[in-house]
């Protein structure tokens, strides 16, 4: 009897060692199924970390001009997606299908124009204004789309681009609707000195801002109309080969400008490390965004705003003031809430596809699914 309680004994412990044993980790059980969630998180993290390099570079006695900073940035990135396009032999590499090259040289121009504005703006807003304007872009995509390729424009979206606007001009208050505003927060540490900024500084940088966000639309819709008639990776480095070549031209033609030497091995690390990130970034939102298409991933896209604020107050002890706070809440809620009920609608009868994303891609979310329509329709149209 004594035997056999022992045997019983014995083969119960067995069971719950080999129970504990198979029994997955919590930890990785989360990585597994938030995977794609995690890698998108990281490309937010990623994207404000150049965007406060940006910044930083741009900042000081010695700053560097936008221009500088896309050059040292895109070069980079131009060779090592070159780099890599050739070992992995991605086809049609170099130069892309001859039928879509016009449109490639377009959509890269397009986004030249959009990234000068956005790092134009980063040196006269905070982190935090400056992202809260790329929300608009899918907005103004898909209003672009429904124009110029026949794509359907919701009232949904309508609505939602209606109340972003309002949230523009609530981030910008100006003094003829508002009175005269002074509410920027700056907190007791000043780690790093800003840059004293005007009233009409700041209200520039806004003002470009808006037109950065049309040329990165048109940027958007231009890659709908190439949509899968050329490898993404071959439209990034379109883009940063042009950004490479403009960026120089104009630091070496227009007058007051010039090459600015970095100073010491700080900056010559952040201008490398500032390429280097460019080309992680691309990376981490096209596994983020291939694992996984949900809404969830979705939101994830937005977080980068929490990024730019904890950069504001770690670097510059800064923070918006109430009415910047409450116009970027309007912005960020409407967008998202536009790019839910897209993510909701397209997810209906959805076929998984594997493609590449590449990262100006990324607020788009699951708008991208259509991009085989609407390079169908962009085909028989003469210009966008």
């Keep these: 009897m004594s035997g056999n309680e022992e045997d019983n004994g014995a083969s119960l412990s067995r069971l719950t060692s080999n129970d504990s044993e198979t029994k997955p980790n919590v930890f990785k059980t989360v990585w597994r199924n938030n995977k794609g969630v995690f890698l998108i ?3 937010q ?3 404000s970390t150049m965007d406060a390099i940006v910044r930083f570079l741009q900042q000081g006695g010695h700053g560097m001009h936008p221009f500088q900073v896309i050059f040292a940035r895109m070069s980079i990135t131009a060779l090592l997606s070159t780099v890599y396009m ?6 049609d590499f170099p130069l892309g299908a001859p039928a879509v090259r016009g449109w490639l040289i377009l959509r890269a121009l397009a986004g030249f124009f959009g990234l000068f504005c956005l790092y134009y703006s980063v040196h006269y807003l905070p982190l935090a ?4 304007f790329r929300f608009l872009v899918p907005i103004i995509t898909a209003w672009a789309c429904s124009v110029f390729l026949g794509q359907t424009f919701s009232r949904t979206e309508f609505a939602a681009g209606v109340i972003a606007l309002l949230g523009v001009v609530i981030i910008a208050h100006p003094a003829a609707i508002f009175g005269r505003v002074d509410d920027d927060i ?6 790093n ?14 003002f470009v801002s808006v037109i950065g966000v049309l040329g990165a639309s048109a940027a958007y819709t231009l890659i709908r109309v190439i949509g899968s008639r050329a490898h993404a990776l071959i439209s990034v480095n379109y883009f940063a080969l042009i950004s490479t070549f403009g960026s120089a031209g104009a630091l ?3 007058p007051g400008m010039g090459f600015t030497m970095p100073h010491g091995a700080r900056e010559w690390l952040l201008l490398s490390l500032l390429g280097v990130l460019g080309f992680v970034l691309q990376f981490l939102l096209t596994a983020g965004l291939q694992l996984d298409r949900t809404s969830k991933a979705t939101s994830m896209l937005y977080t980068g705003i929490l990024f730019a604020l904890a950069f504001d107050w770690a670097i510059w002890g800064v923070f918006p003031g109430f009415w910047s706070c409450i116009g970027g809440a309007v912005v960020i809620a409407s967008t998202l809430w536009s790019a839910l009920q897209k993510s909701k609608s397209a997810s209906v009868g959805a076929s998984p596809k594997k493609e590449v994303i590449d990262e100006e891609s990324a607020l788009l979310g699951t708008q991208t699914e259509g991009s085989e329509e609407a390079a169908r329709a ?6 966008v």
């Design 86 to 91: 050739w070992y992995t032999k991605v086809p």
């Design 41 to 43: 998180l990281l490309a």
């Design 378 to 383: 962009g085909a028989i149209r003469n210009s």
């Design 193 to 206: 000195k800003i840059d004293d900024v005007s009233s009409g500084q700041r209200l520039l940088a806004i």
């Design 45 to 47: 993290a990623t994207g």
């Design 129 to 132: 204004e400056a992202t809260v």
């Design 252 to 254: 070496l033609v227009l």
């Design 186 to 191: 700056e907190f007791p540490h000043k780690p």
